[in-house]
């Protein structure tokens, strides 16, 4: 933690590097508009996920994505989106050169059928060897989506059942793939990446910080507390609390907010996703707060991410204090509505600056 960080906080407030968000969902066209001036407020940089529709599997697309992307910050923010490629069973291994020279930071394996947008996704690991070897020659990351999709296994169990059936010999066959757990939900999980070399980190998201899976039935179903991985048992949520708040440089913050339209989240088939870029420091606050830690919130938010990935340190500053403040119902998304993750409800810390 920075000096100043610890001098602001018995005044109610922290002031630190400003953080990267290593896990982000923005979607595209007239969404980006609503999206984007959300997490650039907070953020210095984004890695930015691929599933869109179709998916982003060329560099070429990558690079006119961020485009897109720039042209919703609002003027003077200064916010940089990192890109990333979407495996399939047939992203060519040249291209991962390609878009390691342009700047592309990582490519996401999403086990096809696993969550929202995943029917271009990897249906077998080895299918994309030739890729992924090309991609621990290049040191591209690989981010997984960690659950594996078999209708057999109960919902809760496809993070566990992924690390032992898939991971782990993946693992094996590549000892010096970047890779990063993303979104990880359970204590195996943890287990897991504290037990592996340098070579493996993990994301953590707010949401799965500050809730357990009660809060997906707590007076009804609702169903803007349901993401993929679904929010599990409570002991798997002290378990991430611990692995976020210890100082370990292999957790660090990936939001996973993913905005998705009302009617398609309150809906028969309701879509997986939480948005909560609006407040997304405000809730890792309010987490790291709860349990004692916000000492720890920096170098989780702003380091460590940083880190792995091999980029610089932000140089600018967030300052959060301690006060209330009430959560919008929603926003205009397009045409549509958005409601973020606690819409109406109070939190406990606000973003100052
Ligand atoms: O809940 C989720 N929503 N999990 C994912 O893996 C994808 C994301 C989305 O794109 O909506
Ligand atoms: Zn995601």
Request: hydrophobic content about 40%.
């Amino acid at each position: 933690m920075s000096m100043s960080s610890q001098n602001c906080l018995s005044g109610g407030s922290i002031t630190i590097t400003r953080p990267d968000d290593c896990h982000l969902h923005v979607r595209d066209g007239d969404a980006l508009a609503c999206v984007v001036p959300h997490t650039a407020a907070r953020f210095a940089r984004a890695i930015i996920m691929p599933n869109l529709r179709p998916p982003v599997t060329t560099t070429a697309q990558a690079l006119l994505y961020q485009q897109r992307i720039l042209s919703a910050v609002p003027p003077g923010l200064a916010f940089l989106p990192l890109m990333t490629l979407y495996l399939t069973d047939d992203l060519d291994a040249d291209e991962i050169k390609r878009a390691r020279d342009a700047g592309v930071v990582a490519v996401k394996l999403y086990p096809a059928g696993a969550t929202t947008n995943s029917d271009a996704g990897v249906t077998d690991i080895r299918k994309t060897y030739a890729t992924l070897e090309a991609m621990q020659r290049e040191g591209m990351p690989l981010l997984l989506h960690g659950e594996v999709t078999s209708h057999a296994i109960d919902v809760f169990d496809r993070e566990a059942v992924f690390i032992e059936t898939q991971l782990m010999p993946l693992r094996q066959d590549f000892p010096e793939l970047k890779m990063v757990l993303e979104h990880i939900t359970t204590h195996e999980a943890v287990q897991y990446v504290l037990a592996c070399d340098r070579w493996t980190a993990a994301t953590i998201t707010a949401h799965h910080l500050l809730f357990n899976r009660n809060a997906i039935f707590a007076g009804g179903i609702r169903p803007h507390y349901f993401c993929l991985p679904v929010l599990k048992r409570e002991t798997h949520r002290q378990a991430l609390l611990s692995a976020a708040t210890c100082g370990s440089r292999k957790f660090f913050l990936g939001t996973d907010s993913a905005p998705h339209a009302i009617h398609l989240k309150e809906n028969n088939s309701g879509c997986a996703g939480c948005y909560t870029a609006f407040a997304a420091m405000e809730l890792y606050a309010q987490a790291f707060d709860a349990a004692g830690a916000i000492d720890k919130l920096e170098a989780f938010a702003s380091f460590y991410g940083a880190d792995f990935y091999g980029l610089p340190h932000n140089t600018g500053t967030l300052t959060l204090r301690r006060e209330s403040w009430r959560l919008p119902d929603s926003f205009p998304l397009g045409q549509d509505q958005l409601k973020p993750l606690c819409s109406g409800e109070t939190l406990a810390w606000r973003v100052v600056s």
